[in-house]
């Protein structure tokens, strides 16, 4: 079982409000991902990191921020929320692949932030 | 760029049916194929994977092959139960870029009833 956690799992917040959305993990992985899923479902990768001190912007522009100061902590923070932010945030984590095959992500059970 | 098209649903079954999931994707070189599932309100849990062609990947009653020669990786199982009811996502690894990333097709709601 993939120990991945999310906190908190709902957050209904009002527009302009800084949030910040925990994520952590106890497996020891170097790669965490922070993933934006549409109500439609679709999967967006938003932030990503190597390790500590390493820190990406995916595929989809976001005005979310990230930090890795520790390996097991990767949490995202929103300065000023916006309706436009309402979504369902998944947290995921890898093992380095050591130049092997792909290895699998992890994923915690998400993150549904509603601004209103 | 790399791709996933997986099939639209919602895909609505009766207990004991069997059921196929299309997935295909447009990828340069050779990826590894995924299938994960999320239940409702939980995270994203790999199903299944192949990491090269002709590869067969199974898990609790599910399979799916790689077929390089179709580009294609679809999802099936014999006898669904109503436990399966979730939204099935067909993904690829991409190390283009720079990263290893995964792309996710836009997921098939399965929906089982009794």
């Known amino acids: 079982e993939a120990d991945i956690y999310q906190t908190p799992r709902y957050l209904v917040i009002g527009t302009g409000k800084k949030i910040t959305l925990e994520c952590s993990q106890t497996?020891?992985?170097?790669?965490m991902y922070w993933y934006q899923q549409d109500p439609g479902m679709e999967l967006h990768l938003i932030h990503y990191?190597?390790?500590?001190?390493?820190?990406e912007k995916g595929d989809l522009s976001s005005e979310s921020t990230v930090s890795r100061i520790r390996t097991e902590h990767f949490p995202l923070t929103l300065e000023s929320a916006r309706p436009s932010h309402t979504s369902q945030y998944l947290c995921?984590?890898?093992?380095?692949?050591?130049?092997?095959?792909?290895?699998?992500?992890?994923f915690g059970p998400g993150t549904r932030l509603t601004v209103l | 760029g790399n791709s996933v098209t997986q099939m639209e649903g919602p895909v609505t079954l009766s207990e004991e049916a069997f059921l196929t999931i299309n997935c295909t994707y447009t990828?340069?070189?050779?990826?590894?194929l995924f299938w994960y599932v999320q239940y409702p309100g939980e995270g994203l849990q790999l199903l299944l994977k192949?990491?090269?062609?002709?590869d067969k990947g199974s898990n609790k009653g599910f399979e799916a092959t790689y077929r390089k020669e179709t580009t294609s990786f679809h999802l099936e199982k014999g006898s669904v139960q109503v436990s399966d009811s979730a939204v099935y996502f067909c993904?690829?690894?991409?190390?283009?870029?720079?990263?290893?990333?995964?792309?996710f097709g836009a997921g098939t709601r399965l929906a089982v009833h009794p």
């Open positions: 990191s190597y390790g500590v001190n390493s820190t």
């Open positions: 990828a340069t070189g050779y990826p590894s």
């Open positions: 497996m020891g992985h170097d790669k």
């Open positions: 192949a990491t090269k062609a002709d």
């Open positions: 995921a984590s890898s093992a380095s692949d050591g130049g092997g095959p792909y290895n699998e992500q992890f």
């Open positions: 993904a690829l690894s991409d190390s283009s870029g720079g990263y290893n990333k995964l792309i």
